[in-house]
């Protein structure tokens, strides 16, 4: 089955548990949305779906077309077509974008079998326009001074660069003013195709005007409490977080 | 018998194997007056450098360790146990074909001759304690540059070495000056006549192949007035069970206007102690420049220094020092100015793995009475692990008002969110850490010349390879 199939799935940091039984599918071609409040365990699941040792999963299961994620080191799931745009991604002061990405690309080849330059400047400069961003870019260290806009559009670069199966975008949307989110909303949707599954983590409904889901969900204390179609969305604005927590306790006591 | 199957036991980089000894000189195990009188013999050194060793012999055991600042594991060196003289007891050769079989291989699998064909003007080979291989490209030869081994400088061109030879490192700079005083032999010795630029490096290659051994070459370049010469050093041994120790003494002579660049590739086994000694002189106008990379040992202390003389000379010290898991890298740099108008620079970046520990120590002196001289000192420090250390002791006296000098230090640390945000893009651990370090020195590697900066990054990857899982 071609997708990320997320079953039934526990974590916990220290002894609190911050998802507590998320069943989630996003099949490849699907845009799926998933808003919650704050604190409700989106950016969590994500970090989980990533490997980041700093969390545990007590139960449930994850799988990216039928492998089973949660047993792989976080360079392999990458390797393997799971990508993380990150909500605060790091600094790695001293290597430029373009050689981060050839270094990445080049983890992606078989031993011995050496990445070919041209072609691959071709495709960053390439992705660069379509980011609207300026060449010269590529030679800044990885997210050294960026701007939150910069940083957001950085990772939306390496998304295009590396052409995952799977993309988890965390909050992409945080800390962008309205030209910024454009931008990256066009990045996006340019990267959209049958051969890309993408579940973007959001907290307000605004960046969904711009990347309009297949479907959403909504995700309170660690549990999806709704999910629908694209106007689920529209009615959560309106109604606010309390209404879908109402759903919440409804999914509890008719279980 | 000698074979590629049962002699070789890698295990780390491509610098650790071996292959039994063949040699017909020894001056057998321990230092004693003996000792230092069968080297002289077997060398036929001329009364002078006879007295000039047991002069060094003296000094050396008058002298204390110097533990008082500098590391206690130094007092693990058993010099009784030491053996310090092993040569085959022939020149050197000027054909590789004629070097014997098995340092022939050694040199070919550590891609010595390769590269002498690709890019570089002279080589000269060093197999334990004595030169196997020495040969310069014809036409350098031809401009009068002089490029042979110590020992055939001592005997072929005794005035201009005796001129320089311990006038910028004299015997009791230092204990360990002191000791190759004594017992010195091999390093490189280089003459560039007045004006000659030498276009391509020259490289000497220091391999230490024998367990028990100490090696103590000794290198002495002179670039005449207007001058302009590259050299470029490596050296590697095998990991024995026992310490090797390396204790060098390097002096460069700038005269007016010349130019001298010095580049080490230090790429030693875990278990030598590198104690050497490296200072350059440089006249009116001329510029010594050290571009010091430290990988490997047990302990290094190493400080390039540079004497600026003359008005308007200029020093400059490029170090990179890696210490790894076990390994002390004690390095730095003094910059010692005589003269109006003179300039330096160090740019110092250590990075420190698991335990290993690097120390910064720098000393920049400026006399009062001198006027308009100037220096730049940056070191930084990168931390792998939370167990990793750096500490950095800069000495710098400036006196007089008219000098100007900077100073700026840093230290970071590869933190576990970084590594986590580059495995997320397909790099492995190992590679994540590399790329992090690479970045770390990517602006002072730049300034290197291409090949030793290709050269450079792998031995880093490598280092990373096995520190990590």
């Not at chain 1, 808003?35 to 007590?58: C, E, F, I, R």
């Not at chain 2, 302990?299 to 390994?327: C, F, W």
């Amino acid at each position: 089955m071609k997708e990320l199939n997320i079953e039934n799935l526990h974590i916990t940091v220290g002894d609190q548990e911050i998802v507590r039984g998320l069943t989630l599918r996003v099949p490849r071609g699907e845009v799926h949305a998933l808003m919650g409040p704050n604190g409700s365990g989106k950016s969590t699941l994500a970090k989980v779906l990533a490997g980041h040792l700093d969390y545990q999963v007590t139960a449930g299961k994850v799988f990216m077309d039928g492998e089973n994620l949660l047993e792989l080191e976080p360079d392999e799931r990458a390797r393997r077509g799971l990508f993380m745009a990150f909500q605060y991604p790091s600094e790695i002061p001293g290597v430029t974008i373009a050689n981060f990405l050839r270094a990445a690309l080049q983890s992606r080849l078989p031993e011995g079998e050496e990445l070919e330059a041209t072609d691959y400047y071709a495709k960053l400069y390439e992705k660069i326009e379509l980011l609207g961003m300026d060449r010269s870019f590529t030679s800044r260290a990885v997210n050294e001074g960026f701007s939150g806009g910069e940083k957001k559009r950085t990772e939306i670069l390496q998304l295009a660069i590396l052409e995952p199966k799977y993309a988890v975008l965390d909050e992409t949307d945080s800390g962008l003013d309205i030209d910024a989110l454009k931008t990256v909303a066009h990045g996006v949707n340019s990267l959209r195709g049958p051969d890309l599954g993408i579940l973007l983590i959001t907290h307000y409904q605004r960046l969904l005007n711009y990347i309009i889901p297949d479907h959403v969900h909504v995700m309170v204390a660690g549990r999806i409490v709704r999910s629908g179609r694209k106007e689920l969305a529209l009615e959560l604005e309106e109604r606010g977080y309390d209404w879908a927590r109402e759903g919440a306790f409804e999914a509890v006591y008719t279980r | 018998m000698k074979t590629d199957t049962t002699a070789i036991d890698i295990d780390r980089g491509k610098g650790d194997f071996f292959y039994p000894e063949a040699h017909v000189r020894d001056a057998g195990t321990g230092l004693s007056e003996r000792t230092v009188r069968y080297i002289s013999d077997v060398k036929e050194d001329p009364d002078w450098v006879r007295e000039f060793r047991l002069r060094g012999l003296k000094t050396f055991l008058e002298k204390p360790l110097p533990t008082h600042w500098a590391s206690k594991d130094l007092e693990a060196i058993d010099f009784a146990k030491i053996r310090y003289y092993l040569a085959p007891g022939t020149e050197p050769k000027r054909s590789w074909d004629e070097v014997p079989d098995d340092i022939k291989r050694t040199f070919e699998r550590l891609g010595i001759p390769e590269q002498e064909r690709k890019f570089l003007a002279g080589v000269e080979a060093q197999f334990d304690s004595e030169a196997v291989y020495s040969n310069i490209k014809k036409a350098v030869g031809e401009q009068g540059v002089i490029f042979v081994g110590s020992t055939e400088g001592l005997k072929h061109y005794p005035e201009i070495f005796r001129k320089w030879f311990g006038k910028v490192i004299p015997i009791a700079d230092n204990k360990f000056s002191a000791l190759n005083s004594a017992v010195f032999s091999g390093g490189s010795f280089i003459y560039v006549p007045p004006g000659v630029k030498v276009k391509h490096p020259l490289q000497a290659y220091f391999r230490i192949n024998a367990e028990n051994f100490g090696q103590f070459e000794r290198t002495l370049i002179i670039a005449d007035e207007g001058s302009e010469v590259t050299y470029m050093e490596g050296c590697t041994a095998p990991k024995f069970n026992t310490p090797t120790l390396h204790s060098a003494v390097v002096e460069l002579i700038a005269l007016k206007g010349a130019k001298i660049q010095y580049i080490t590739v230090q790429n030693w086994a875990s278990n030598v102690f590198n104690l050497v000694t490296k200072r350059g002189l440089a006249q009116e106008n001329a510029e010594v420049k050290w571009i010091d990379c430290n990988i490997g040992s047990r302990l290094t202390m190493k400080y390039p220094s540079v004497i600026m003389k003359g008005r308007k000379a200029r020093g400059e010290v490029l170090s990179i020092a890696l210490a790894n898991d076990g390994q002390h890298q004690d390095t730095g740099a003094k910059m010692i100015h005589a003269a109006d108008e003179t300039t330096s620079n160090i740019v110092s970046k250590s990075i420190s793995i698991g335990k290993g520990r690097a120390t910064y120590r720098g000393l920049v002196h400026v006399p009062k009475h001198l006027k308009h001289c100037k220096n730049n000192t940056e070191c930084d420090a990168l931390l792998i692990n939370a167990t990793s250390r750096t500490d950095t002791y800069p000495a710098i006296t400036v006196r007089g008002t008219g000098n100007a000098v900077q100073h700026e230090a840093s230290v970071s640390q590869v933190s576990a969110e970084q590594i986590f945000y580059m495995q997320q893009r397909g790099l492995t651990e190992a590679q994540a850490m590399s790329l992090s370090v690479n970045g770390f020195v990517n602006d002072l590697v730049r300034q290197f010349p291409m090949e030793y900066s290709v050269e450079l990054k792998r031995l880093i990857e490598l280092e990373m390879e096995g520190s990590v899982g």
